[in-house]
């Protein structure tokens, strides 16, 4: 899992899934994101396949960095635009192609945007999490807040 703030879901904190010498501690006012994946296979999942869902990179959100991928970005209108999109939509919240698409954006202007963007560092790619072939792989996740009477579950539900 995650730390999470306002527009950022992934805030700098990790909560490792194995055993490790992590040693960071939480503190009270945190939100996190709790993660556990089960899986079909073999119980280790990786990163694989074509992605279809990105985040804009927090560190990139000031007028300055804006600025600076723009020059970066000169002679390619579809990424300034693609960008400014992003920017205005999603802020740091995760997105996928396909409501890029239902925004206008068609995969033979999206996709070299999209990756002009990656390669600058400006959009991280989350590419679908896989275990071996043909076996299924879902993630659970809950958010929990740490307040001060203890943790609470803000993810819970009456259906959960």
Known sequence: GHS???YVIHAGKSVPIIGCYENTPMEMGEVYAIETFGTTGNG?????????????????????????????LHGKPNAVKLMNHIREKYKTLAFCKRWLNDAGFKPNVMDPALNALVKLGAITPYPPLCDKEGCFVAQFEHTIYLGPNGK?????????
């Not at 609470?152 to 959960?160: I, P």
């Open 4 to 6: 999470m703030k306002q």
């Open 44 to 72: 280790y999942v990786e990163e694989k396949g074509d992605c279809s869902h990105y985040m804009w990179n927090e560190d990139e959100l000031d007028q300055q960095s804006v600025d600076n991928l723009k020059q970066q």
């Open 152 to 160: 609470e579950v803000l993810s819970r539900g009456e259906d959960y």
